[in-house]
């Protein structure tokens, strides 16, 4: 499935694993709402890289979708940091 590859595939995959961890009724914390913001902005850097959007717009776009890139990787990070500081407390 060619379609998933990159940017587009990492923040389905964002989206799916908040989506399980609610169907599996873990308490969604500040962590996995971090993690949701970082697949929305995923996916916008998927659509900003969309080959329509990018040869309409300009090719100075690449540096929004880098943006956008940087910024998501950084919430996913803080975000898993949190979910994992979380359950160690909830834990011990």
């Known amino acids: ?6 940017v587009l595939g990492i923040g389905i995959g964002f989206l799916l694993a908040v ?5 599996a009724k873990i308490k969604l ?3 996995w709402q971090l993690i949701a913001v970082a697949a929305v902005l995923f996916l916008s850097a998927a ?3 969309a080959p329509a959007v990018a040869a309409y717009i300009s090719p100075q776009i690449g540096l929004l979708r ?6 998501a990787w950084l919430l996913a ?6 979910v994992v500081y979380e359950t ?3 834990v011990f």
Do not use: N
Request: charged share 15%; no cysteine.
């Open 1 to 6: 499935m060619a379609i998933f590859e990159g």
């Open 47 to 49: 659509a900003w890289s």
């Open 88 to 90: 160690l407390v909830e």
């Open 66 to 71: 880098e943006a956008f890139e940087l910024v």
């Open 29 to 31: 914390t500040k962590g």
């Open 19 to 23: 989506a399980l961890a609610q169907y």
């Open 77 to 82: 990070l803080l975000g898993a940091l949190l």
